[in-house]
């Protein structure tokens, strides 16, 4: 695991987010090397996330989100990784696991 993947997942794992699994698309992608998924019960813990992540991220001024007024998914784009922390009945609807079942899975 990079620093700054670990620095991601500690972020996360801060707000007590639940289910974090990160996908190595190291192999795949030209454009990222890792996606996050984690899973929020409230939408005031979505949004907590995007500050959790921009805090643990000082160096990274353009860091873009997408979600941020709904609070239900967002997408935190730190140029090699993708982070979606989705509400927790999103997360169940969309299933976008499903999507990476090729993907190999990093430990924490």
Not at 61 to 88: C, F, P, S
Request: glycine letters at 2%; a negative charge; charged letters at 30%.
């Amino acid at each position: 695991m990079t620093e700054k993947l670990k620095r991601v997942y500690e972020a996360l794992n801060a707000l007590k987010l639940k289910d974090i699994i990160i996908y190595d698309f190291t192999e795949f992608s030209p454009f990222f090397d890792f996606q996050v998924i984690a899973t929020a019960t409230s939408e005031r813990q979505v949004h907590a996330a995007i500050d959790h992540v921009k805090q643990a991220f000082p160096e990274i001024t353009t860091m873009h989100v997408e979600g941020a007024l709904e609070n239900r998914w967002v997408l935190i784009d730190l140029e090699d990784i993708i982070v979606h922390v989705m509400h927790k009945e999103d997360r169940e609807y969309y299933q976008i696991e499903k999507l990476f079942f090729e993907r190999k899975q990093v430990g924490v």
